[in-house]
């Protein structure tokens, strides 16, 4: 375990070490304002939440996390220095886990640094404090499973072009599992269950009961074993 | 110290090594010759824990590096050929960060582990300098400091003097030297001279295999008063 704390803190500080992070972050805040002040109509839904927000969430991590985790191994591969990583006293799941955490971290900062946004929503309502609560709770796990996956997909290549665009392409499979239309259009093909079988394997399914404010311990664990699976196949992928 | 085992490593069909056996004893610089495409970086990348062999194993300090690798890497300082670093880190980040990985957790142990490390390669005017900004030369300096920063018995370099001004070369063959006493180094090159002028002992392999394996006198003895670059010539020929 305490292998991991030097492997998180070199990682998460990287991302301010270059300009990535704070481009990152202003990207992150700018989309986060424009969708939910102006496509998603903030002032017009008469509603003191965020859930206009939340709502845009599954759709600008599909590209944003990619590109936070693009980098993750690719970049070690490309530049040599998983040679010397792997040569340090660390496990494979020690630098994977290193790796993820600060990362996941790094995104939890930029979900929270969206918090301006529920004062204002404090200011001009009275908003419920427990559904604000859950839609990031929920918001970070969403970012966890989908940070996992472009973990595992970064492991694969060592061109961070390549990294980016088969993340991209597994996220959004894993997003549109979910979307009602796509679903009317697989159930013409598949029986009932396997539509709602792979409906299960949704992002967008799983999380929109955290936007109207239910921790449901089902969600909770559908994103931590995704997140979880996916790490593992990304240690798989390394120690190959 | 090292005992290499019958290692083999395949690359699709091709065999990088093909069972390289040799031993390197406490207080042996050993030479590691051989013409480009040789084996050696591979050799070395088994030795070092960072490949999995097809084949054999490498037994360091008594740890078998396929059954505890981790322990294996605790008693190795490694540079890996073209010194791979994390470029958006200076040079004292970029230790401290080593130095921590290899378990000196306090502060103090730290910077004493680091300083000493700098002093010896002589990195002391560059230390707040990130390392993509740093020339050939020194860049090699920092992946030879974070090979020597923990004291380590057995020492693996790649091509440690490869981009180093004459000085340099020097100040590093005499640093070797000094230390060799009571560590077990093994490294590579391709500077004839560099053998004569420190290896107690010379490997050479050709096409992943070992052709040569003795003392330099005894090299040079194969045709007394001719040049080694001319030895070495005539034992891999068929390298072409
Ligand atoms: N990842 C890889 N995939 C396929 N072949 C590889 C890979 N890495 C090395 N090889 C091949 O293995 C052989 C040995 O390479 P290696 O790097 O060990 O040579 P070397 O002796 O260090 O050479 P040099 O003196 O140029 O550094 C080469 O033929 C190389 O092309
Ligand atoms: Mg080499």
């Not at chain 2, 040569?212 to 008063?225: H, I, L, M, S």
Request: glycine share 8%; charged share 15%.
């Amino acid at each position: 375990m305490s292998q991991i704390t030097p492997l998180f803190k070199r990682e998460f500080l990287g991302y301010f070490r270059s300009p990535v992070g704070y481009v990152f972050l202003a990207v992150f805040l700018t989309a986060s304002v424009i969708l939910a002040f102006f496509v998603g109509g903030f002032f017009r839904s008469n509603t003191a939440s965020l859930e206009t927000l939340f709502n845009f969430y599954p759709w600008l991590f599909l590209f944003l996390i990619p590109a936070a985790g693009m980098r993750l191994w690719s970049e070690e591969k490309r530049t040599g220095t998983i040679e010397l990583l792997f040569t340090l006293p660390v496990t494979t799941l020690q630098a994977v886990l290193g790796k993820y955490l600060a990362a996941w971290a790094f995104l939890a900062l930029a979900i929270l640094l969206s918090f301006p946004m529920a004062i204002t929503v404090a200011y001009l309502g009275d908003p419920d404090w427990g559904v604000l609560i859950s839609g990031y709770v929920g918001s970070i796990l969403m970012a966890g499973a989908y940070l996992g996956v472009c973990s595992f997909m970064s492991a694969l290549t060592k061109n961070q072009v390549i990294s980016f665009v088969i993340s991209l392409l597994a996220c959004l499979i894993l997003l549109f599992l979910g979307l009602s239309i796509f679903n009317n259009a697989l159930s013409a093909v598949l029986p009932t269950w396997a539509v709602d079988l792979l409906a299960n394997f949704s992002f967008s399914t799983h999380f929109a009961a955290f936007t109207k404010g239910i921790i449901d311990p089902k969600d909770v664990v559908y994103f931590l074993s995704l997140a979880g699976f996916s790490l593992f196949l990304n240690v798989v992928v390394l120690e190959r | 110290m090292i005992e290499v085992k019958g290692l083999v490593k395949l690359y699709g069909s091709k065999r990088a090594v093909d069972g390289v056996t040799f031993t390197v004893k406490r207080g042996e610089i050993l030479g590691f010759l051989g013409p480009n495409g040789a084996g050696k970086s591979t050799t070395m990348k088994m030795i070092t824990g960072f490949l999995q062999p097809t084949a054999g194993t490498a037994i360091v300090d008594g740890h078998d590096v396929t059954q505890d690798p981790v322990a294996v890497k605790r008693r190795i300082g490694y540079l890996p050929e073209s010194a791979p670093a994390y470029g958006e880190m200076t040079v004292d980040e970029f230790l401290g960060f080593i130095a921590e990985t290899r378990g000196f957790r306090s502060a103090e142990a730290r910077t004493s582990q680091v300083n000493r490390a700098i002093g010896l390669t002589h990195l002391d005017p560059v230390r707040k300098q990130t390392i993509e900004t740093l020339s050939k030369g020194y860049k090699q300096r920092v992946g030879f400091a974070q090979a020597l920063l923990h004291d380590p018995p057995v020492l693996v370099l790649d091509e440690p003097t490869d981009g180093l001004d004459p000085n340099q070369k020097n100040e590093v063959r005499s640093l070797i030297k000094n230390m060799a006493t009571e560590k077990a180094v093994i490294l590579s090159t391709h500077i004839l001279e560099e053998v004569e002028a420190i290896c107690t002992r010379v490997i050479i392999i050709s096409q992943g295999r070992v052709v040569v394996d003795e003392t330099p006198a005894k090299f040079q003895a194969r045709q007394p008063g001719a040049r080694l670059d001319a030895i070495f010539r005539s034992l891999t020929q068929s390298d072409v």
